[in-house]
């Protein structure tokens, strides 16, 4: 099961900031979900919400500000504590960063017609130039964009975004030629991932953030998590990797030796 740090590593460092990104990076996480909202000079930009309010020391929407005026401000607002100020970055300075990403979920937010128009643009021309065909997936609840995306260019990878039963996520996801199906945790169950797999869709849960529910999505087959804490979650299933590929020799070399073996479960 793939783990991927939600916008960067949200519950490390400040969301969707590069020192977020930089963090989770240095720890061996290669895969992200971030989210995209177009700045006023039309660039793709990582941020959350449609306005600075919640996250930086500056109000307004996003839609008033040029890239270089949102990357100036400091995103350390109602987020994880940080000692340094680092702002609102855009999508290619990111990418221009990390070369061996494995795998990006750029998660675009609801916005009007107009302006997702020109980021369905951007964004399609930034997977074309970048050739990031298999390294990301452009995932969204608004489906207008998602039909958008197909239209301009059908090897873009695209996700649904559902966070609610009804209307059904899947069959919506598969009418909209769908590869990713990124759901609400909670609302993940092993007949639904059964019958995207079928569907030749990656099933992606969000937010995860405690173990037995990681645990309960794996064992339901589930392709991938989005959890806060990326680099604690990779640690523990590191772990458990070393501990299993261990215990045969352990077993073996218990059994020569006469030494108890571990109580069976």
Request: glycine share 6%.
């Amino acid at each position: 099961m793939i783990v991927y740090g939600h916008r960067g590593a949200k519950g490390e460092a400040p969301e969707n900031t590069l020192p977020g990104f930089r963090h989770a990076y240095r720890q061996g996480v290669r895969h992200f979900e971030l989210d995209i909202v177009l700045s006023k000079d039309g660039k793709p930009v990582l941020v959350h919400d449609l306005t600075t309010d919640r996250t930086t020391d500056q109000k307004g929407n996003v839609s008033q500000y040029t890239a270089a005026e949102l990357a100036a401000m400091d995103a350390r607002r109602n987020t994880t504590s940080w000692p340094v100020k680092t702002g609102i970055p855009a999508l290619e300075d990111l990418l221009d960063q990390f070369g061996d990403i494995e795998h990006f979920q750029l998660e675009v937010k609801k916005d009007t017609r107009a302006r997702l128009n020109i980021l369905c643009n951007r964004l399609t021309e930034i997977i074309q130039h970048r050739n990031l065909y298999q390294t990301a997936a452009i995932t969204s609840a608004d489906t207008w964009f998602l039909k958008e995306i197909r239209r301009r260019n059908k090897r873009i990878r695209t996700g649904l975004v559902a966070e609610r039963r009804f209307p059904r996520p899947l069959g919506i996801a598969a009418r909209l030629g769908c590869d990713y199906l990124c759901v609400n945790w909670k609302l993940c169950s092993p007949e639904l991932v059964e019958k995207a797999r079928r569907r030749g869709m990656h099933v992606s849960c969000w937010t995860v953030n405690r173990i037995q529910d990681m645990l309960r999505l794996e064992a339901m087959g589930v392709d991938s998590i989005i959890t806060d804490f990326p680099t604690s979650t990779r640690m523990f299933f590191d772990n458990r990797a070393r501990s299993a590929t261990s215990l045969p020799d352990d077993r073996q070399e218990n059994t020569t030796t006469g030494n108890a073996t571990l109580p069976a479960n």
